[in-house]
C-alpha cells in the first residue's frame, strides 16, 4: 500500500504561483512514477504532468507547458509541482498519483491516489 498525502493548495490571484507537495509512504518512494492530474466543477479528471521513477522522463499537458513544473525528491519520498503564471481555468482539486510501472497521461495506470487539494484562482 501507498498512502499519498497533498498539499499547499489555496486562493491565489491570476499570474500568482503555488506550489504543491505530495508526501508519499508506505513503499519504496523510487520504485514508482508519479503524476499530478485536476478536476474542475463540472469537468472530467484531466492529466496535468508525470515524472519517472529517476526523474529523467518528464511529460507535461499542454494546457500547462511552460507554467507548471513537476520535481521529485525521493529521498524526502515528495513529489511537487510548481505552478507558475496561474490562470482562472487552473482552478481545480488537484490529485497526485503514483504508478508502479511507468510514467503515463492515463489515469487508469496509476494505483495510488491522494485526497486532493484545492487550488483557486481569481480573475
Known amino acids: 500500500q501507498v498512502q499519498l498525502v497533498e498539499s499547499g493548495g489555496g486562493l491565489v490571484q491570476a499570474g500568482g504561483s503555488l506550489r504543491l507537495s505530495c508526501a508519499a509512504s508506505?513503499?519504496?518512494?523510487?520504485?514508482?512514477?508519479m503524476g499530478w492530474f485536476r478536476r474542475a466543477p463540472g469537468k472530467e479528471r484531466e492529466f496535468v504532468a508525470a515524472?519517472?521513477?529517476?526523474?529523467?522522463?518528464?511529460y507535461y499537458a499542454d494546457s500547462v507547458k511552460g507554467r507548471f513544473t513537476i520535481s521529485r525528491d525521493n529521498a524526502k519520498n515528495t513529489v511537487y509541482l510548481q505552478m507558475n503564471s496561474l490562470k482562472p481555468e487552473d482552478t481545480a482539486v488537484y490529485y497526485c498519483a503514483a504508478d508502479l510501472t511507468a510514467a503515463t497521461m492515463r489515469p487508469g495506470s496509476y494505483d495510488y491516489w491522494g485526497q486532493g487539494t484545492q487550488v483557486t484562482v481569481s480573475s
Open positions: 508506505g513503499r519504496t518512494f523510487s520504485s514508482y512514477a
Open positions: 515524472i519517472s521513477r529517476s526523474g529523467a522522463g518528464i
